[in-house]
């Protein structure tokens, strides 16, 4: 199934918070752009999701994901941070692979990942608590053993997101309603 913007507006609806709604709406706009391509681009060079519209698959999946682990837990995050933490955990994917002739050429970009992810959030007037910053920062894991050491306190976030991340990159076409 190719996954479209539509989806991604339907699961925006959710939303209760006028401005988040309205900026992530905008914010999707723009990377569903020719040139950012976020609808074309794969979430990966090897591990999963390697597949044209696989980043848009992999990131609608970890929202559906999160949300259902999110109600499993008596709700403690509200949607709009589930939602947000999920859509933002892997956008910065979009300045590093893209597909050439010979297959996905993954750059190097001088920055992580997360921050790229967090600067297409501000960029559109989108605050993201603290909570939801270190929930994408940790989204791959790390998490627990910085923790162990009290470098961070991670809180049920990191650990939803991060949960619902590796569902998705094992189960691949798996989605939860
Ligand atoms: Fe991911």
């Known amino acids: 199934m190719i996954i479209d913007k539509i989806q991604f507006k339907k699961c925006f609806d959710k939303i209760e918070d006028k401005t988040l709604r309205k900026n992530i709406n905008n914010l ?3 990377i569903c752009n020719k ?3 976020f609808l ?5 060079k090897n591990h999963h999701h390697t597949y044209k519209n696989g980043l848009a698959t992999h990131t609608l999946e970890v929202i559906n994901t999160a949300i259902f682990l999110n109600k499993s837990f008596g709700k403690p995050y509200s ?3 589930i939602i947000l933490a999920s859509f933002l955990h892997d956008l910065g994917k979009l300045y590093v692979y893209r597909f050439t002739d010979r ?3 993954a750059m190097r970009p001088p920055v992580s990942e997360e921050a790229l992810s967090l600067r297409l959030a501000y960029k559109f007037g989108i605050n993201p608590s603290i909570d939801v910053i270190g929930a994408v920062e940790f989204a791959h894991g790390g998490w627990s053993n910085l923790a162990k050491n009290k470098y961070i306190q991670p809180t049920s976030l990191y650990a939803i997101i991060h ?3 590796i569902l998705s990159a094992n189960f691949g076409s798996m989605v939860c309603k």
């Open 28 to 30: 999707l706009d723009y």
């Open 35 to 37: 040139r950012k391509g």
């Open 40 to 44: 074309e681009k794969p979430s990966a």
């Open 79 to 81: 949607e709009d941070e």
């Open 103 to 105: 297959g996905i050429d």
């Open 163 to 165: 949960s619902a991340d």
